[in-house]
């Protein structure tokens, strides 16, 4: 039995039949040249040889009810998996483009995980346009976030076009934790190493209450935003079980143009973009509030050699400006509030940041356990998120890696989820959204490359 951190086991006490708590990777591949027609049916059998199961793909409810899962929640090990149900072979209907594969996705993503299995499932989809294939996987958040998902997946990838006979996913194990003294770190000093933990945790407590109540005590005109600052609007009703999926797809190079240019970060310019296509989107179904929208940007806080899984993310929140009309101040006004914000996280010691989380989303999953949710102020109107992703092309069995998308979940209060996922030289958006809430969400995806487009003339113009 393994017991879950706290932050991990609070996604399972908010899952609800209308907000499933799963996320998703889209991978596009392109067929190896002169691949034969059986190449997807063998590559699925293959793939379902493949038994000598890795954490946490073997992870499994050790009590899969509701009462279970939320009272004692903890994993047990399942070696005995039903792979011809979590991996399963689909084909898109003729002609299979990225409306077809959109609709599809949206479709698999908006079906619940079985809690009695372990919590994932992976689809290989054939018949995309252009000589590609799709890989959707989905699991539980409690399982991973977005960084350890991503690298979850990559660990099977290949920079070698030509590597052939790679194993699935499930069957690929991280690198080993380092030992102290012949013991894994985590158990070398038993309990004088929790005590030690212990009585540094107390050491930061008044640091923790003095960032908390620099959030809570938010002036007006301050660029540094806190919880349930934003306007309630239409992104903040209630949801239904029933997702949209859309995606886009930039250069990397130009966005860094872009930034370096408007001397922004590339998450300042990521932030840009979807605060001008969520303008104009409610701006015309007369539903943009006359205060800014903010956002909820979850920041990772892994050590870039932590190939563990689970939930390891801080958070922050920043104004998206959309109350300003004009392109460059909204960018302008966004760089302040996200340079407040992160100078604001990082006055608290590392040590207390997943403490700091645990207060700041209280409110959040507060909301959304006590079906509060869309129902009261929101603590933020949208989540936005940038996770990096691998820089060299990667390959699978030969086919080439040509685009990854994050799939995301939403919840009620919170109808949308944009997250953004670098490869190579691009930059990949997924949108999430509720299908009854927000009608016509695949406008964004639209909308954000004519916002791209409007700020490369506005800065070459300057």
């Known amino acids: 039995m ?33 691949a034969p027609d059986t190449f997807l049916r063998d590559l699925v059998i293959r793939m379902k040889e493949g038994r000598d199961f890795a ?40 002609p299979g483009g990225e409306r077809e594969l959109g609709v599809l996705i949206s479709r698999l993503h908006s079906h619940p995980l079985d809690f009695n299995r372990p919590l994932w499932e992976s689809h290989i989809i054939e018949g995309l346009e252009n000589n590609r294939f799709a890989l959707y996987t989905k699991m539980h958040h409690s399982l991973i976030d977005g960084i350890s998902g991503m690298r979850l997946l990559q660990r099977v990838l290949s920079t070698d076009a030509n590597a052939l006979h790679m194993p699935p996913p499930w069957t690929v194990r991280p690198e080993r934790v380092k030992l102290i003294g012949g013991a894994p770190a985590h158990e070398a000093h038993g309990l004088e190493a929790a005590m030690e933990a212990l009585r540094g945790q107390l050491k930061t407590v008044p640091a923790l209450i003095g960032a908390l109540g620099k959030l809570v005590r938010h002036q007006e005109g301050s660029p540094l935003v806190g919880p349930f600052v934003g306007p309630p609007s239409v992104l903040n009703k209630r949801v239904t079980p029933q997702r949209r999926f859309a ?26 973009l979807c605060s001008t296509a969520l303008r104009r989107f409610l701006k015309e179904q007369n539903a943009l509030p006359t ?21 390891s993310i801080s958070f922050m929140i920043a104004s998206l400006a959309t109350d300003v009309a004009d392109p460059l101040r909204r960018l302008a006004a966004i760089k302040a509030s996200t340079r407040s914000a992160k100078e604001h996280l990082q006055t608290l010691p590392r040590s207390t940041l997943t403490q700091y989380t645990m207060l700041l989303m209280a409110p ?99």
């Open 2 to 34: 393994k017991r879950m951190k706290t932050l991990d086991a609070a996604w399972l006490a908010v899952e609800s039949d209308d907000t499933p708590m799963h996320v998703g990777n889209l991978q596009i591949f392109s067929l190896p040249e002169g």
């Open 55 to 94: 954490p946490p793909w073997n992870h499994k409810l050790l009590n899969p009810g509701k009462i279970g899962r939320t009272l004692t929640p903890a994993w047990k090990i399942d070696n005995d998996l039903d792979l011809d149900y979590h991996v399963r072979h689909s084909a898109l209907p003729k």
């Open 247 to 272: 995606t886009q797809q930039y250069s990397m190079s130009a966005l860094r143009e872009l930034a370096i240019q408007a001397d922004a970060s590339l998450n300042d310019i990521v932030l840009y």
């Open 291 to 311: 205060e800014p929208l903010t956002a909820g940007i979850p920041v990772n806080i892994r050590a870039a050699d932590d190939q563990g899984t689970g939930t």
């Open 364 to 462: 959040y999953m507060l909301q959304l356990a006590t079906g509060l949710g869309g129902r009261t102020k929101p603590v933020f109107n949208v989540t936005i998120s940038n996770v990096p992703g691998p820089r060299e092309p990667l390959y699978f069995q030969g086919a080439r890696l040509e685009a990854m998308y994050p799939v995301s979940l939403i919840a009620h209060g919170g109808a949308l989820n944009i997250t953004c996922l670098s490869y190579a030289d691009s930059l990949n958006f997924g949108y999430t959204g509720c299908r009854e809430t927000l009608p016509s969400m695949q406008r964004l995806a639209v909308y954000t490359g004519e916002a791209l487009e409007e700020l490369e003339q506005l800065l070459g113009d300057i």
